[in-house]
Nanobody
Framework: QVQLVESGGGLVQAGGSLRLSCAAS????????MSWFRQAPGKEREFVAS????????HYADSVKGRFTISSDNAKNTVSLQMNNLKPEDTAVYFC???????????????????WGQGTQVTVSS
């Protein structure tokens, strides 16, 4: 079992930055696909960014490409999301998700992940 705890959310003005972190316990994340999803009120959970199999490749939603950067720290067993130039439409609960057996074509599918954190709220004011 893997336990995930997100942190770093908060309230920020448009154009500002936040850094989310996800700390894993129970197992090392080496070899896992590590991703961030988000869910705004009344909307489905959507893919944000992913590191496929501990760094083989990274992937981003078009809406965040060039503004968000996903990274991982194997020594600390964490995955982070640096979010710059935030927009009001980025407001959502952000979730960390990991899985060991994903194939590349599935990284953007929320239903493909076995382990999830509890989420952290990000609110961007205009």
């Amino acid at each position: 079992q893997v336990q995930l705890v997100e942190s770093g959310g908060g309230l920020v003005q448009a154009g500002g930055s936040l850094r989310l972190s996800c700390a894993a316990s129970g197992r090392t994340l080496r070899g896992y696909t590590m991703s961030w999803f988000r869910q705004a009120p009344g909307k489905e959970r959507e893919f944000v960014a992913s590191i496929f199999r501990s760094g083989s490749s990274t992937h981003y939603a078009d809406s965040v490409k060039g503004r968000f950067t996903i990274s991982s720290d194997n020594a600390k067993n964490t995955v982070s999301l640096q979010m710059n130039n935030l927009k009001p439409e980025d407001t959502a609960v952000y979730f960390c998700a990991v899985d060991r057996s994903l194939i590349l074509s599935s990284v953007r599918r929320a239903d493909a992940y076995d382990y999830w954190g509890q989420g952290t709220q990000v609110t961007v004011s205009s």
